[in-house]
């Protein structure tokens, strides 16, 4: 019915997603960034949240005590609000990705959309398990409730492992050949579950969203406490996250040195970026704090052969500079490693907060008494979002100018629609409306009056 | 039928799924949007809201199914499509958004005005996110989105003629199918009143849809000449009838109060439309590109169907399982069961082997990750950090929890 056109298929479909002269490229990359930031914290709820509100509720069968499943239900209503903010910034998160970026899609889609579709899946599993979760207290067995809940936690690994190996093949692209300027002989299988280069960023998101959920969480009852609020309820809401947080904090380092040694064997431009190294460099240094100039950090503190002994656990290795690329293929150093060492300072902080706890805990069996420690455990939760951010800005910045790592560029997949600035605008003024009504909406559930007696009478 | 058609069939059942149950979620809201401080006008808005309560989300992935199906088996479709229908998206996006916000937002609502103003916000941003995606449908059928990066006009490629006539059909059966589903919830329940007031509005929406579309073909016909012509020969015209006659069956069930099978024949009537409008166009799917054209490589296609099909053997137990409890009433607030009294077990010594156990765990796993470069004994040592935080977890905060005497901060 529709005209077919005469010339050979690929010579127009390779005609239609040439590179476009898009002047608002910074925009759409803020854009987008704007929606990951919005969209990753929440993300780390839906890891995390499941896990602690299911043992909650498996403390309340194996004891019996009416106040675990309290806690249980009002934390599952935070669950509930949360997963459905997560949910449309996700769905934004989809549009985008063509909205934005059409060139990378319509040329690459096929090589990691598997990816996506199996997080479709284990998202649609989520959804209808967190439906039958929520409304199925006190409408399910004790025993049938626990156990809708448990796939809700095993999804939330599942989706988050699929989104980043999507980012992993971004970083380190294979299952695919370019001839003539078009992707043939795709292989997906191959280019997702077969390319190693995701399993360091999974870990690493993954203990990152129980350090963002756990002392996020704990953050808001330390709050409380420092005003007074503190009964055996309010202390079980701190330890759960508080615990889980403490442990993974210090894991985190560990699996951010394993991190650091990845990027240095498979993207050493993305490295020299996080210190600011322009030349290659044996037995390099590493600044901490200072600003990259004509190719020097200045006003950085220097500790010599640092950096070295980081990226490749010797002192005196030999690590390549910026300059080994011409600059059009260097990453914006600045924003790189100021995100690096805000990422690596926080982080370093909230390990040494937990491994405090965790040592006071097992010496004295009881929480700190000293108001310092809950002060900083109020500050933690704030921080640790943004280290998160500080995090997947270090690892999306520093790729730059890369979309699909050394195959194409960021500003040959943008859109060539105008208006972007626009769009950009227009979802910044919701999203700040979205973030004030989230804050609305927590601080209400919170001030919904505890019914520790009337569960305490149901349960006899 | 070939391989290359495979995931548009899948996108089709899932456009068929989200137009019948998301649209109904769509149309739940519209009908939250009259305001009235009656109790009868309270009651509707109530089951209005409560009736898509566990089903909500669930029923919104199908959106995200259809669009990773797209770019995954039709990428450069889907680049096509999203670059120059990328007003009408985005449009459709904001009103997820509010739409997603204003759900999670009415469960803390205290007052009747904060309630109303949520309930205003989410029918608008429900009448709102349908018409967009009606506008971009209309402008794929009738041809306004080329191949490439924003090749066709942003804004005539969603506000024309066809794609104004697609948006309002849109609305007014989500509103229709929304109406059906509530009398039937109701009716459910056993509360008359409501199943008298949906079963007036289905009736009257019934006939407005009913008359949006036949208001639509004399447009279609001059507006988008191609699919008109596929409509109304062939397979195209079989399934407007179906369409037509499952929405008439619909109508008279819903007459007799017989809203049960109205459910599944409204369906019917929906679903009719979407493959009629897939058979009107095909081979193509955008001027110039067959589906063979557009489709992915075989290992592509392969690897995705497969991967579906697999990931469908959990899902659909799974669907199954939420519908059953939804429509067989084991979620309405009737049936609620007081807490079942839990019998506390006997307590257990509190020394355990869970402490050395994750000290070992955590000595084993940085060991692993700290001195070794191959990736796969990473992973190993990562999986033992992660026992370290689990067995760490349950030793620390299980005897934490239960002995906190000190109320001190």
């Known amino acids: 019915m529709i005209a077919a056109g005469h010339l050979p298929l690929a010579t127009i479909v390779a005609q239609a997603f040439q590179p476009v002269d898009q002047n608002y490229l910074l925009q759409a990359r803020q854009m987008q960034a704007l929606s990951f930031a919005t969209h990753i914290p929440l993300v780390c709820f839906g890891i995390a949240f499941p896990a602690m509100v299911v043992f909650v509720e498996w403390l309340h069968l194996r004891t019996g005590d009416p106040l675990y499943r309290t806690l249980a239900r009002r934390w599952s209503k935070v669950m509930a609000a949360l997963f459905a903010v997560g949910v449309v910034t996700g769905t934004i998160l989809s549009f985008e990705l063509g909205l934005l970026w059409p060139n990378f ?41 626990l156990l809708s809940g448990i796939p809700i936690v095993i999804t939330g690994f599942t989706g988050s492992w699929m989104v980043i190996m999507v ?43 129980y350090m963002v959920a756990g002392f996020m969480t704990a953050s808001v009852y330390a709050w409380g406490a420092l005003r007074g609020r503190w009964g055996r309820y309010e202390r079980t809401a701190l330890v759960i996250p508080l615990t889980i947080a403490a442990l993974a904090s210090p ?92 990422m690596v300072g926080v982080g370093t902080g909230l390990a040494l907060l937990g491994v405090f706890y965790l040592v006071a805990w097992l010496r004295l069996r009881r929480l700190p008494r000293s108001r310092w420690f809950y002060l900083a455990v109020g500050a933690a939760g704030p921080l640790a979002i943004v280290a998160l951010i500080a995090g997947w800005i270090t690892t999306e910045v520093g790729r730059q100018p890369w979309i699909v790592y050394h195959v194409m560029r960021t500003e040959d997949a943008v859109t060539g629609a105008s208006g972007i600035p626009v769009g950009y605008a227009t979802l910044a003024l919701v999203y700040l409306g979205l973030l004030g009504a989230v804050v609305w909406i927590l601080r209400r559930l919170a001030r919904a009056p505890l019914d520790l007696e009337e569960s305490a009478r149901v349960a006899g | 039928m070939s391989l290359a058609e495979v995931p548009l069939i899948l996108i089709l059942v899932g456009l068929a799924a989200y137009a019948v149950l998301g649209g109904a979620d769509f149309g739940a809201g519209f009908w939250q949007l009259p305001g009235g401080g009656s109790d009868d006008a309270r009651a509707i808005r109530e089951h209005a809201h409560h009736a898509m309560g566990p089903v909500w989300e669930a029923n919104h992935v199908w959106l995200i199914f259809v669009l990773v199906v797209c770019w995954t088996a039709y990428p450069t479709v889907f680049g096509s499509i999203a670059s120059t229908l990328c007003v009408a998206l985005f449009i459709a996006g904001l009103g997820i958004i509010l739409r997603g916000t204003a759900y999670a937002l009415r469960s803390g609502t205290r007052t009747m005005r904060e309630q109303r103003i949520v309930e205003e916000v989410f029918g608008v941003s429900s009448i709102l996110t349908p018409f967009a995606l009606g506008a971009a449908v209309g402008g794929i059928a009738s041809g306004r989105v080329p191949v490439g990066n924003a090749q066709g006009d942003l804004i005539t490629s969603w506000l024309n003629p066809t794609s104004a006539m697609i948006g309002a059909i849109a609305v007014a059966s989500a509103a229709y199918l929304a109406a059906v589903y509530l009398a039937a919830d109701a009716k459910r329940v056993g509360k008359t009143r409501l199943v008298q007031a949906f079963r007036t509005r289905a009736l009257i929406m019934g006939f407005v849809a009913g008359a949006v579309a036949l208001g639509a073909l004399p447009v279609i016909h001059a507006d988008a000449r191609p699919i008109w012509d596929g409509l109304t020969s062939g397979a195209g015209l079989a399934a407007v009838f179906a369409s037509a006659a499952a929405g008439l069956t619909t109508l008279i069930l819903v007459w007799q109060s017989r809203f049960e099978p109205a459910r599944a024949t409204a369906a019917v009537a929906v679903s009719a439309i979407i493959a009629g409008w897939a058979l009107a166009q095909r081979p193509y799917l955008l001027p110039g590109l067959t589906v063979d054209e557009a489709a992915a490589g075989r290992s592509t296609l392969i690897t995705l169907i497969v991967g579906i099909a697999l990931g469908a053997l959990l899902l659909v137990p799974s669907l199954a399982l939420l519908f059953d409890l939804v429509l067989k009433g084991r979620f309405d607030a009737e049936a609620e069961e007081p807490a079942a009294a839990v019998a506390a077990p006997p307590p257990r010594p509190q020394r355990s082997l869970l402490l ?49 005497t000190d109320d001190q901060a």
């Open chain 1, 105 to 145: 899609m319509a040329t690459f889609g096929d090589v990691f959309g598997l990816a996506f579709a199996i997080e479709g899946i284990s998202f649609f599993l989520e959804a209808i398990f967190i439906g039958v979760y929520i409304y199925g207290w006190g409408h399910l067995s004790p025993r049938a409730h």
């Open chain 1, 167 to 209: 980012n992993g093949w971004m970083n380190h692209p294979t299952g695919f050949t370019v001839r003539g300027g078009q992707v043939v002989d795709v292989h997906p299988f191959h280019a997702l579950f077969e390319n190693s280069y995701f399993w360091h960023e999974l870990v690493h998101m993954y203990l990152a969203g």
């Open chain 1, 251 to 342: 894991v985190q380092v560990v699996v951010g040195d394993w991190n650091g040694r990845t990027v240095a064997d498979n993207q050493p431009i993305k490295l020299a970026a996080l210190e600011g190294l322009s030349k290659t460099t044996k037995g390099a240094p590493e600044h901490i704090l200072g600003w990259y100039t004509n190719g020097e950090v200045e006003y950085g503190i220097k500790i010599p052969n640092l950096l070295s002994l980081l990226a490749y656990h010797d002192p005196n290795a030999e690590v390549q500079g910026l300059d080994t690329v011409p600059k059009r293929d260097q990453p914006p150093v600045n924003v790189v490693r100021f995100s690096f060492q805000t």
């Open chain 2, 356 to 404: 050395p156990v994750a000290g070992g765990c955590a000595v084993v796993g940085a060991v692993l990750m700290f001195f070794f470069d191959s990736a796969w004994l990473n992973v190993v040592g990562a999986l033992f950090l992660f026992a370290f935080i689990a067995t760490g977890f349950v030793a620390l905060a299980r005897p934490a929890v239960a002995s906190g």
